[in-house]
């Protein structure tokens, strides 16, 4: 069975920062793909940020710039540093593990953003 847990999240002042991890334990093979999402009251989830294998990392264009994802492929641990927050980037911040035809989330960690 796979867990995956995220920590990191706060509150925090406009223009600070976070740094959310997430880690996945368990018999987890063939993973492709990592990323975090996040959903706000009343809104879809949406994309983040996807560091794929061999590719090259994906931000959402309200993140470029401001957000960095990055892992550590020894610790199953992903990480996700955000600078410069905002107001608007206040919400449940979800990580997400691809392992061929297999998803794994996270319960998620609250981010909010004090203007």
């Known amino acids: 069975q796979v867990h995956v847990v995220e920590s990191g999240g706060g509150l925090v002042q406009a223009g600070g920062s976070l740094r959310l991890s997430c880690a996945a334990s368990?018999?987890?093979?063939?993973?492709?793909?990592v990323g975090w999402y996040r959903q706000a009251p009343g809104n879809q989830r949406e994309l983040v940020a996807t560091?794929?294998?061999?590719?090259?990392?994906n931000y959402a264009d309200s993140v470029k710039g401001r957000y960095t994802i990055s892992r550590d492929n020894a610790k199953n641990t992903v990480y996700l540093q955000m600078n410069s927050l905002k107001p608007e980037d206040t919400a449940v911040y979800y990580c997400?593990?691809?392992?061929?035809?297999?998803?794994?989330w996270g319960r998620g960690t609250q981010v909010t953003v004090s203007s």
């Open positions: 368990g018999r987890i093979f063939g993973i492709t793909s």
């Open positions: 560091a794929p294998n061999g590719g090259s990392t």
């Open positions: 997400n593990w691809v392992a061929g035809r297999y998803d794994y």
